[in-house]
């Protein structure tokens, strides 16, 4: 069948997409962990005494969990238990309002190192599909010319 791009040239092809889709993956997560540690530390936030983690500046996932539990026990203990949905409407419920802000920003850092850490894993399994093609390729080109000859 004249015409048709020979099978090998179609592996070799594909996993020269795979290794560049995975290096890029693998890039693109790498940089959105160091963003996520360097805007999370240019911020000088530590871990109170009575955190889960206490008294540490707060980095990673770890930290930013613990710091998250920390800020609504806190504000538990100052509205006596109550959340704000249990609080009533005349009473200040505007601690609850900056604490859920706060809260969900520490969430965030954590779902992006967690998300990154997928992009990253996701890049070397892609960039490993790859190789792996690229022997396939390999293979059908020595095959190829062992029939040739």
Not at 19 to 34: C, L, S
Not at 40 to 45: D, G, Q, S, W, Y
Not at 84 to 92: F, Q, T, V
């Amino acid at each position: 069948m004249s015409g048709m791009i020979p099978t090998e040239r179609i592996f070799f092809l594909a996993s020269w997409l795979a290794i560049i889709a995975g290096v890029v993956m693998i890039i693109g997560g790498g940089w959105a962990t160091v963003f996520t540690y360097q805007t999370v530390a240019r911020e000088h936030i530590t871990t109170p005494p009575d955190a889960t983690i206490p008294n540490t500046p707060v980095l990673g996932p770890f930290t930013l969990h613990s710091q998250a539990d920390a800020i609504r026990k806190h504000v538990l203990d100052t509205t006596g238990g109550r959340t704000y949905a249990e609080m009533s409407r005349d009473e200040d419920r505007s601690i609850w309002i900056t604490a859920t802000t706060l809260i969900t920003a520490l969430h965030l850092g954590i779902i992006t190192y967690l998300f990154a850490g997928l992009i990253i894993l996701g890049g070397l399994i892609t960039a490993w599909t790859g190789w792996c093609l690229a022997r396939c390729a390999a293979m059908l080109h020595k095959e190829d010319h062992e029939d040739n000859h």
